[in-house]
């Protein structure tokens, strides 16, 4: 089975400045997705970003990158500029698609991100 | 444009009493449907998934079942609701590209 791991259960940054997120994952497939989601206190989970295993470039919405590593596992996401609106809890999540298992989304911890002015 | 409504929004049930959320997808067909718990603001728990109508999978052994009794919605309910079922729960649904939408959750407390 898959595990996701984010170790960093709270994380804070400054207005304006870059912070990253890490997230590390295991699995024995060689195709797959992973997802980053933002929870807002609104508690709506809203998809940040999205990268497919078999790209090399890395993904890139705005202000939002991710540096995949995959032989490494990891998938990292990048935040510039950060902006009050930032401040939520981010999940690092992994896609399935394999066998009877294809297309479930199997979730990190989640990090607390706080943006201070 | 797909839309997904999951409510209620927030419930408070005593505990032995019964549960039903439910979850409607709109603008698309045939999804994938998820029921997934959040619990003490963590990370999210898959429960149920469903590929189709009357077809739905358990992830985790527990006192909650599953239903699609339409191709568009999706229905989580309890016949006697634990102190342990409280919880934030999520709908969601897939499609072709993959990506997941939730619904806007329901906040469950038993008491």
């Known amino acids: 089975a898959q595990t996701v791991t984010q170790s960093q259960p709270e994380m804070s940054v400054q207005e304006a400045e870059t912070v990253t997120l890490s997230c590390t994952y295991d699995t024995s497939e060689n195709n797959y997705y992973l997802f980053w989601y933002k929870q807002p206190p609104s508690r709506q989970m809203i998809l940040v970003i999205r990268q497919e295993a078999y790209k090399q470039q890395n993904a890139t919405e705005n202000r939002f990158s991710v540096n995949f590593q995959k032989a490494a596992k990891s998938f990292s996401l990048k935040i510039s500029d950060s902006q009050l609106g930032d401040t939520a809890m981010y999940f690092c999540a992994f896609m399935t698609l394999k066998g009877t298992s294809y297309g479930k989304l199997t979730f990190g911890q989640g990090t607390i991100l706080t943006v201070h002015p | 444009s797909q839309t997904i409504h999951q409510w209620p929004a927030t419930l408070v049930q005593p505990v032995g009493s019964p549960l039903s959320l439910e979850c409607t997808v709109e603008?698309?067909?045939?999804?994938?449907l998820y029921w997934y718990r959040q619990a003490a603001g963590r990370g999210l728990q898959l429960l149920f998934y469903?590929?189709?109508?009357?077809?739905i999978s358990s992830e985790v052994p527990q006192n909650l079942s599953a239903s699609r009794p339409q191709d568009r919605q999706f229905i989580l309910s309890s016949k006697k609701l634990l102190l342990s079922d409280s919880g934030f729960y999520l709908c969601a649904w897939s499609g072709r590209n993959y990506g997941y939408t939730f619904g806007s959750g329901t906040r469950l407390t038993v008491v």
């Open positions: 469903s590929v189709g109508i009357g077809q």
């Open positions: 603008g698309t067909s045939n999804p994938n």
